[in-house]
């Protein structure tokens, strides 16, 4: 059956477009205190993230973190988690709702249901200056998911092992003791760190192009809360071309933590999950 346009399509089109949440009620990051803060960093620990693996580190709530480009132009996949309840999660989709398609500095990490409190907050973001290209593609996406398996599979039919969700799934794993089946379900959508991801204009299709990510580019973190990180350096490389396979250039990634003096923190408090009852409008 064929559908035919009404006859005031036009109109209906050209509706207003009106931003879905009313963010400027958003709560508002001390940009300010966490600006003084960290120019006073001092270096607690580092881990670099080998190509086509992933790594978890832990930043306590206070501290700062960093991903940093090392070697050569590569993306990163990031989960986080709270160190102390992996079911409080990051939410890939809300922050992407709270604050666009692409996050930089001053945009929060949010975490999943029924918590929803920012886990992190962007502080410095080295690849700021990219905004959106022509094609409409920006860096640090919180559109895609990560590369997997599964889909890998249903597309090409092959097994490859060394997929964001694998690599993630495997540190995480190794950091709790635990066989992989058994922390897959933790592993959820990612931050894409570096990527440069959009929408085509034409079919909106999700595409992605080489990553403008050099060495000693980086986005550091303010974690909000006690975090359980982990970080996949991605098959695709810079993403330029393909991902899912051994094909592409791949270089290591490094993350860095660091903390601050805490009188420059004075002021500052750790958010707590949200206060909504969860009653859902059932009664006794
Ligand atoms: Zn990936």
């Not at 559908?3 to 005031?8: F, H, L, R, S």
């Not at 089109?13 to 879905?20: D, G, L, N």
């Not at 918590?115 to 094609?135: E, Q």
């Not at 060495?215 to 071309?241: K, Q, V, Y």
Request: with cysteine.
């Amino acid at each position: 059956m064929s559908i035919t346009e009404p006859a005031d399509a036009a109109e209906r089109r050209a509706k207003p477009a009106v931003i879905c949440y009313p963010v400027q009620a958003l709560p508002q990051p001390d940009m300010a205190l966490l600006g003084r803060a960290r120019e006073r960093l001092t270096k607690t620990d580092e881990v670099i993230v080998a190509p086509r693996d992933a790594t978890t580190f832990q930043v306590p709530k206070g501290h700062f973190f960093r991903i940093v480009g090392i070697d050569g132009p590569q993306v990163g996949d990031l989960n986080l988690w709270n160190a102390a309840d992996l079911s409080e999660r990051f939410f890939s989709g809300k922050t992407r709702q709270l604050h666009a398609t692409h996050v930089s500095t001053g945009d929060r990490l949010w975490s999943s249901l029924p918590f929803l409190r920012p886990m992190a907050t962007i502080t410095h973001d080295t690849l700021s200056w990219y905004g959106f290209d022509a094609d409409g593609g920006g860096v640090h996406d919180v559109i895609g998911t990560r590369c997997d398996p599964y889909t890998n599979r249903l597309l090409s039919g092959g097994d490859y092992h060394n997929c964001c969700h694998s690599n993630l799934t495997r540190a995480l794993a190794k950091a709790k003791g635990l066989p992989p089946a058994e922390v897959e379900h933790h592993v959820h959508d990612v931050l894409n760190v570096f990527m440069c991801t959009g929408f085509t204009r034409d079919t909106q299709q999700y595409f992605m192009k080489a990553s403008p990510v050099r060495p000693g580019d980086f986005i550091e973190f303010f974690a909000e809360i006690d975090l359980l990180g982990a970080l996949s350096a991605c098959p695709g490389g810079d993403c330029s071309a393909t991902h899912s396979s051994d094909t592409a250039t791949c270089y290591p990634l490094k993350v860095e933590i660091f903390r601050t003096e805490p009188e420059l923190l004075v002021g500052w408090t750790s958010p707590e999950p949200s206060a909504y009852p969860r009653t859902h409008g059932m009664t006794g």
